[in-house]
């Protein structure tokens, strides 16, 4: 016979899934309702009208896709992308690659625009590939580059794109809700986010915003969208306005009281407070772990307050020591991914995770397992200087 699962609480400080808020988890084990019930429908309104204010935009096609933010990825490329099209994809870590290898795979023709790993998005760049492809349909970036730690300049990089009346497609997986995402402000037309990372929600959604040019762009495709399931012009008939909404299909309708109640939270906090939290728990990190020897990869002003890129000290081996904090003190931490891989760690501190205990208790805990392995670390000044970060 089999037992009932029942994981061990862990502390979830890597590159999502973050901590959930316990208000979410228990507005997701609230009874099931039919996906069509009147009730459902203003469930969804109000979701609409909430994410509408997080992204901080007017777009009416403001929704979320039923799968994680890889989906929502997906739902922006293989809708605005027709065979053919050039699309110039700035890379500057792992996820601009998976940009680029959705754009090859619906058809469309990728112009690299690469930077470094750990440095944001160099917008001369991007306007040198403008210069050079004046054909270009589409420009994508990633707003937040979970791999590295860094932030790039939106409204820049949208603004180029504009000026050439290209379309922009943004990853903004991470920053919705840690950092500013305004996509009206940047004039964005396609932007995905996730729930797990600084929405502090379950993962498994994708909430995703069009403007309306994206959305003529899509009516005015010549060729069918490739995906059945992710083809807005049939979504768009279940998430549509007023009471007639058509099957499509089933609503991950617990998943759905999740996210609302996520937005809920979010809205009470407001988002300039989550910003702002999200800014001081970063900085008290950042004191804490340099205090110790560890330094960070990205330049300050490009870097990510909810994503902390650290360096391994050394003749560490990092994944013992990320498998030491998990079983002794029940704390996640992320790898280095791609280029990064076994050079640095990640350390999220992402929605309602980010706060004052754990940075303290990622700062000590790193602290006594590196302490074991003989790490050359200065001991006894991390608590200290997080202390003082606070004032
Ligand atoms: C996590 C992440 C994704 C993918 O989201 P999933 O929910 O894992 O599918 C995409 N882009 C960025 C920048 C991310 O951090």
Redesign the pocket.
Known sequence: MHQSFNPTVRTLMG???SDVNPRILVAMSKPTIGHLDPEFIRLMDEIKAMLQATFQTKNELTIPVS???????ETCFVNLVEPGDKVIVCQN???GG?MADNVKRFGGEVVLVEDEWGRAVDPQKLEDALTQHPDTKIVAF??????TGVQSNAAALCALARARDCLTIV?????LGGTEVNLDAWGADAA?S????CLSCA??L?PISLSERAVSAIKNRTTPVASWFLDLNLVMGYWGEGQKRAYHHTAPVNALYGLHEALVILEQETLAVSWERHQRNHRALKAGLEAMGLSFIVPEDERLPQ?NAVTIPEGVDEAQVRQQLLQQYNLEIGAGLGALAGKVWRIGLMGYASNPKNVLLCANALEAVLSQYNAPIHKGLATGAIERAYG
């Open positions: 590159p999502g899934p799968a994680p933010g890889s989906a929502g990825m870590g792992v996820f998976r990633v707003h937040a580059e979970t791999s990853d903004c997986v991470t920053s995905y996730g729930t797990q990372k993962p498994g994708s994503l």
